[in-house]
């Protein structure tokens, strides 16, 4: 296709970013329409666009080829799945869904639509990590051995205020999403087994505020995550989104916010440094739109030259599966082998309980 009819599913913070990306950095592709939450006929007068009045009026329209789904957690499924009923390509922001289940069934139904799915992994895309991800794959350290990820913070989003529903699957989830996708795509592996501890120091586990994870790869790397968002002021520096990865020829640095630094001859070489960002005061600074614009670039893309997209469903679907082996991991106390038996693949975790969907077949 020539030019790419985009429809916004969603009108907050996220929807918001894309939409500012879109509109003023990517090519080959038209923001048409938005639907869905009380900021929608905000976000469309802002941008040019038409407001519908639900998503199905979106999704009806012939002048949206593929749409954006930036919405809680909890819906993504449902509305992936219409939007294919629909015949429209899909990019879903991470995470993915809320269980493995609901990931399979998404990119079912895009499978048997014929359409794209794509989800949203914008930590592939941040300048400190794509360029680590260049010199692993040039052969600079070797093979990867280890990996360290810290996602360290004294706060958390307060614009997401839908987490502190049960049903959004919590903060690690959210969070996790971004960390076990950036494991496995640093890692260039698949995980075997997930050992994880998951809750909060004050007294709301379910809201998933704290995570130590490690992580089995089937090549023999293995990796371990420290993720908080309940550490006291003033809080670690430079470890919101730090990896140290260790390789049989070196190791690399790389501070998502700040430095990537490499050492293979025995002495530390700075390679770049990310431009500082205040994603709550300047949220429209290019430097922070960077890595949002260029996914929603690779999905414009992949559409128009009728080729995979980056960031496939599989590998939204593989992130929420270490996700959730983390959970029901610190749920028994046990390290859980991946993949996921058939009967787990429905497992969610929401609230005080636990429950299982049920799984056709």
Not at 174 to 195: N, Q
Not at 258 to 263: M, N, V
Not at 312 to 328: F, H
Request: with cysteine.
């Amino acid at each position: 296709m020539d030019n790419v009819g985009i429809g916004m599913i969603g009108s907050g913070y996220m929807a918001r970013t894309y939409t500012e990306g879109i509109s003023k950095y990517n090519e080959g592709g038209t923001l048409v329409a938005v639907a869905g939450g009380t900021r929608a006929p905000g976000l469309a007068e802002d941008y040019g666009m038409d407001v519908e009045p639900s998503l199905d009026a979106l999704l009806s329209r012939s002048d949206v080829d593929a749409v954006l789904v930036a919405t809680p957690h909890q819906v993504h499924a449902e509305q992936v799945i219409a939007a294919a009923e629909h015949g429209k390509h899909v990019l879903v922001e991470k995470p993915m869904a809320t269980n493995v289940a609901d990931c399979d069934a998404m990119i079912a139904a895009c499978e048997k639509a014929g359409v794209t799915l794509s989800v949203i992994q914008t930590l592939r895309y941040r300048g400190v990590f794509k360029r680590a991800k260049q010199l692993i794959d040039e052969g600079r350290i070797g093979k990867v051995h280890m990996t360290q990820f810290t996602s360290l913070w004294t706060w958390y989003h307060q614009t997401k205020t839908w987490l502190d529903e049960p049903e959004s699957g919590g903060s690690f989830l959210d969070r996790g999403a971004h960390i076990c996708d950036a494991l496995r795509w640093l890692t260039g592996d698949e995980p075997s087994r997930v050992f994880g501890s998951v809750g909060s120091t004050k007294g709301e586990a379910w809201k998933a505020m704290n995570a130590v994870i490690q992580i089995q790869f089937v090549g023999g790397a293995s990796a371990q995550s420290w993720m908080s968002h309940e550490l006291p002021q003033p809080g670690f520096p430079d470890t919101r989104y730090l990896a140290r990865i260790y390789g049989e020829k070196g190791i690399i640095e790389a501070d998502g916010f700040a430095k990537l630094r490499i050492a293979d001859s025995g002495e530390w070489e700075d390679v770049w440094e990310m431009p500082k960002i205040d994603p709550v005061g300047r949220p429209n600074d290019p430097n922070r739109l960077e890595a949002f614009y260029l996914q929603t670039q690779d999905f414009i893309s992949s559409l128009r030259e009728e080729r995979e997209p980056d960031v496939s469903g599989k590998d939204g679907r593989a992130a929420i599966e270490m996700v959730q082996g983390a959970y029901m991991s610190s749920l028994s106390g046990a390290a859980v082998q991946l993949p996921l038996p058939r009967q787990e693949q429905g497992f969610q975790f929401d609230g005080a309980t636990v429950s299982r969907k049920r799984i056709p077949g």
